[in-house]
Nanobody, 127 residues
Framework: QLRLAESGGALVQPGGSLRLSCAAS????????IGWFRQAPGKEREGISC????????YYADSVKGRFTISRDNANNTVYLQMNSLKPEDTADYYC????????????????????WGQGTQVTVSS
């Protein structure tokens, strides 16, 4: 059974950092494009960072570019999202999703139906 599990969400002050984890089971993360999405209350879900299969390119939304970094750890079968310089507007529920065919930019676009999602982890940026 293919499964994704997010962790690492927390309450953090503005300017702080967090690292989110997306642990996969039932498949190898290097064979799938993995993406991070977020949804704030009253807003649509947004694809913020995605990493392609194998050594393909990564994608970052303008809202997080330069502050967030996505990485993949094949040994631990986990994809991470390092979030630095956090802002109150980063407050949201964060989800990871996987797809076996899409490149990173398409995965993050939100234009395609995605089969595999985690349950989400909450990030709150507040003083």
């Amino acid at each position: 059974q293919l499964r994704l599990a997010e962790s690492g969400g927390a309450l953090v002050q503005p300017g702080g950092s967090l690292r989110l984890s997306c642990a996969a089971s039932g498949f190898g993360v290097d064979y799938y494009a993995i993406g991070w999405f977020r949804q704030a209350p009253g807003k649509e879900r947004e694809g913020i960072s995605c990493i392609s299969r194998y050594d393909g390119p990564s994608y970052y939304a303008d809202s997080v570019k330069g502050r967030f970094t996505i990485s993949r750890d094949n040994a631990n079968n986990t994809v991470y999202l390092q979030m630095n310089s956090l802002k109150p507007e980063d407050t949201a529920d964060y989800y990871c999703a996987a797809d076996g065919h899409l490149p990173a930019a398409d995965l993050c676009s939100g234009s395609y139906y995605l089969d595999f999602w985690g349950q989400g982890t909450q990030v709150t940026v507040s003083s």
